[in-house]
Nanobody, 119 residues
Framework: QVQLVESGGGLVQTGGSLRLSCTASGRTSSTYKMGWFRQAPGKEREFVAAIRWSGGNIAYADSVKGRFTISRDNAKNTIFLQMNSLKPEDTAVYYC????????????WGQGTQVTVSS
């Protein structure tokens, strides 16, 4: 089993910045990639960014390219999401997720952290 704990959410004004962190614990040796997703009220959960654990390949949703940066610290089993130039439409609960080499699917999820951007 893998446990994911996010932190760093909060309230920020339009144009501001926040940095989210997610630390994985447990059976992390089979990590394939980790990612961030978000879910706004009344909307489906959507992909934000992901990073491969080996090689560091990165992908972003078009809506956050140029504003968000995902990074990792392999030694600490932690990923980060630096969010700059935040907009009200970025308001959502942000979830960290992990996929394993075995499944390739995002099988593990954190509890989520609220990000609110005021206009």
């Amino acid at each position: 089993q893998v446990q994911l704990v996010e932190s760093g959410g909060g309230l920020v004004q339009t144009g501001g910045s926040l940095r989210l962190s997610c630390t994985a614990s447990g059976r992390t040796s089979s990590t394939y990639k980790m990612g961030w997703f978000r879910q706004a009220p009344g909307k489906e959960r959507e992909f934000v960014a992901a990073i491969r654990w080996s090689g560091g390949n990165i992908a972003y949703a078009d809506s956050v390219k140029g504003r968000f940066t995902i990074s990792r610290d392999n030694a600490k089993n932690t990923i980060f999401l630096q969010m700059n130039s935040l907009k009200p439409e970025d308001t959502a609960v942000y979830y960290c997720s992990l996929s394993t080499i075995q499944s390739g699917s995002y099988d593990y999820w954190g509890q989520g952290t609220q990000v609110t951007v005021s206009s």
